[in-house]
Antibody, heavy 119, light 112 residues
Framework: QVQLQESGPRLVKPSQTLSLKCTVS??????????WSWIRQPAGKGLEWIGR???????GYNPSLKSRAAISVDTSNNQFSLRLNSVTAADTALYFC???????????WGPGILVTVSS | QSVLTQPPSVSGAPGQRVTISCTGI?????????VHWYQQFPGTSPKLLIY???NRPSGVPDRFSGSKSGTSASLAITGLQAEDEADYYC????????????FGGGTKLTVL
């Protein structure tokens, strides 16, 4: 069974960089053609797609983040990561990692990690 | 502002049928990308409810169905039950941003 688990600092200061990891178990992250994505949800609000990385290393991002986001993959640890720089209070949210593809949607999700941006 | 437009809320009595619309444009739903639907309860991760416009993952009751036409999609729930009270999100992709994911703003379903 595929499982995903987010980890990282839960408190980040304004203007600093948010760094999260998603550890994948049950399937090698490098041997599939899935879309490994980050999605976030501010408290009481809807879902926002942040970006994705394919096992090929190709990435894509939400243009609204104005190039602040970067996603990378670490095949040796079966993880993929999110870095979001120059954070503000508006980046406070529950961050999810998920696996999906264009035809099947996001089938597997991590439980989410709440990240607060505050001094 | 979400890329896909959903009504903020819908409601229905137990046993009734409700529909939730999801409206996009020619570069996303209208470009031929599939629409997926998720159900989310407070404090939990979204759960895939409908994939590929009208397919149900294993374990999802057949009371849930999806459809797509042109630049819009719909989720229908028949035989409404109290346990269906949740938030529902549609999701697709947009070709103007190299196939990046896009979500609807979410719809809160209240079972009266």
């Amino acid at each position: 069974q595929v499982q995903l688990q987010e980890s990282g600092p839960r408190l980040v200061k304004p203007s600093q960089t948010l760094s999260l990891k998603c550890t994948v178990s049950g399937v090698p992250i490098s041997s599939t053609t899935y879309d490994w994505s980050w999605i976030r949800q501010p408290a009481g609000k809807g879902l926002e797609w942040i970006g994705r990385i394919f096992s090929s290393g190709r990435t894509g991002y939400n243009p609204s983040l104005k190039s602040r986001a970067a996603i990378s993959v670490d095949t040796s640890n079966n993880q993929f990561s999110l870095r979001l720089n120059s954070v503000t209070a508006a980046d406070t949210a529950l961050y999810f990692c998920a696996r999906g593809d264009f035809w099947s949607g996001y089938t597997f999700w991590g439980p989410g990690i709440l990240v607060t941006v505050s001094s | 502002q979400s890329v896909l437009t959903q009504p903020p809320s819908v409601s229905g009595a137990p046993g009734q049928r409700v529909t939730i619309s999801c409206t996009g444009i020619s570069s996303n739903i209208g470009a031929g990308y599939d629409v997926h639907w998720y159900q989310q309860f407070p404090g939990t991760s979204p759960k895939l409810l409908i994939y590929g416009n009208n397919n149900r993952p294993s374990g999802v009751p057949d009371r849930f169905s999806g459809s797509k036409s042109g630049t819009s999609a719909s989720l229908a729930i028949t035989g409404l039950q109290a346990e269906d009270e949740a938030d529902y999100y549609c999701q697709s992709y947009d070709r103007t941003t190299d196939g990046s994911g896009v979500f609807g703003g979410g719809t809160k379903l209240t079972v009266l």
